[in-house]
């Protein structure tokens, strides 16, 4: 909008609200995160920016429907299925959850509303992964309620979260503390923890001198060897982290086949000697082990989902890596390539972010790639590149203002900007009845019954 002085963006949500994995996805305790929602807040207030929620692009409406009213097209949607583990107990055992479920579910997400995690039913919590997400997952179990009770988490989580039994949570990765995908933020938050207690982590894993490292990599090393600043002896609860150590079963319990007991690892081995490497590779070596476990979270990675018609748009997605593919700057690849070694592009097709990159980064690195988009689409109009094929007569197209009136979209209630402040005004006034910033509606009806 600031490149082109007369275009118009029209925003398609799925949801009512707006904000995504902001509102979905940062944990409830970092609220400096989601000041990004102030610059969303700017921009669509803009008669130039249209919010249409509550429809969902390939169901609600067509692919094939929407794109002949635009000029350029932004695939900016982000990962909807968790990566699963694949081993024996995964598919059946109670206690067992996604990473992903159990951020939406405290988070507010609707399609997880009604998860209800059996916190109450032991006192060991096992994490499969070492991301961010994962320490996010283990500081919400072993948090005090009373530090989250004026977030924005759902009333619902902390009514739950208020009977947990967890008193230990180990975080478990397949190689060691030098190729983990943590950072230094989420680390230091659990270390200083009131009343919880880290394990510390055997010295062999670290290099013999970290001054030595680069500077994130020395200063996350000198972190973690020094711990947290609580005792064990004085510890209410604690947690470790646990490397290498690849899952091979769930195990259900002697008493009840169909509860989770306990996780089945073997033991891995650096392939090479330098285990500083963050790329270096480990090997099972065969040893067997066996921790406890009343709740279990796989948190390995997400995959986005192609959109359906995306095919018969010659949209190639890779279904392996759950992405579009595309190259210089998110432009969208054809579904097959003219010649080999040469690559071609769908005019006005861009994506961006999770969808474009897969489930990496933080918010500022997703920021930075959709400004890079944004500047791949200014740069394709200013050349005469558009969903036209190239044609450069500039018909006006009137997106929204057409589809609007579309009978498919006709009997669907859609959700305006000036609709979601409505939502939002009334979820900040049930929030300072409880003394919190907010509290979100956690299903679809709910927000809209606000509108009516």
Request: hydrophobic share 35%; proline share 6%; aromatic share 8%.
């Amino acid at each position: 909008m600031s490149r082109i002085e007369s275009a118009v963006v029209d925003m398609y949500e799925k949801l009512p609200v707006p904000y995504g994995l902001v509102r979905f996805g940062v944990a409830p305790d970092h609220p400096e995160v989601k000041n990004c929602q102030d610059k969303f807040t700017e921009v669509a207030s803009s008669p130039r920016f249209n919010f249409i929620g509550n429809l969902d692009i390939g169901k609600d409406l067509p692919l094939a429907s929407l794109t002949p009213h635009y000029d350029a097209v932004l695939f900016a949607y982000g990962a909807s299925q968790d990566r699963r583990l694949g081993i024996p107990g995964e598919e059946y055992l109670e206690g067992i959850y996604s990473a992903r479920a159990f951020v939406g579910w405290y988070n507010g997400l609707p399609e997880y509303a009604h998860l209800s995690p059996k916190l109450d039913l032991g006192e060991e919590a096992i994490i499969i992964g070492q991301g961010n997400v994962a320490l996010d997952v283990a500081r919400i179990l072993l948090s005090d309620v009373d530090r989250l009770c004026t977030t924005d988490i759902t009333e619902r989580a902390l009514a739950t979260l208020l009977e947990s039994k967890v008193k230990r949570v180990r975080i478990v990765g397949r190689r060691g503390p030098m190729q983990a995908s943590f950072t230094i933020k989420e680390i230091r938050e659990l270390m200083t923890l009131e009343g919880v207690a880290f394990e510390p982590i055997d010295s062999f894993l670290f290099p013999s001198d970290p001054t030595k490292l680069p500077r994130v990599q020395k200063r996350l090393t000198q972190l973690l060897m020094k711990g947290s600043t609580t005792v064990s002896s004085s510890a209410q609860k604690s947690w470790s982290l646990n490397f290498l150590q690849s899952p091979t079963s769930f195990v259900g319990g002697p008493q009840n086949g169909d509860r989770l007991a306990a996780m089945e690892f073997v033991k891995t081995a650096f392939q090479a000697q330098d285990h500083t490497n963050p790329k270096a590779k480990v090997r099972p070596t065969g040893e067997v082990s066996t921790m406890p476990a009343s709740l279990a979270f796989r948190s390995i990675g997400y995959k986005s989902e192609a959109l359906p018609g995306m095919e018969k748009l010659g949209i190639r997605f890779d279904e392996a890596i759950g992405t579009i593919s595309n190259a210089s700057n998110g432009r969208i690849m054809t579904s097959s390539s003219k010649e080999e070694g040469q690559v071609s592009y769908i005019p006005g097709m861009y994506c961006t972010g999770w969808v474009k990159n897969g489930p990496t980064g933080v918010i500022t690195t997703t920021m930075e790639d959709a400004f890079a988009s944004a500047e791949a689409i200014a740069e394709d109009w200013e050349k005469g590149v558009s969903l036209s094929n190239g044609d450069v007569t500039r018909s006006p197209k009137r997106g929204w203002d057409i589809l609007k009136t579309d009978s498919l979209i006709h009997s669907r209630q859609t959700v305006s900007w000036e609709d979601w402040q409505m939502i939002d005004a009334e979820e900040r006034r049930r929030g300072q009845v409880k003394g919190k910033e907010r509290e979100k509606f956690t299903s679809v009806p709910e927000m809209l019954d606000v509108l009516r």
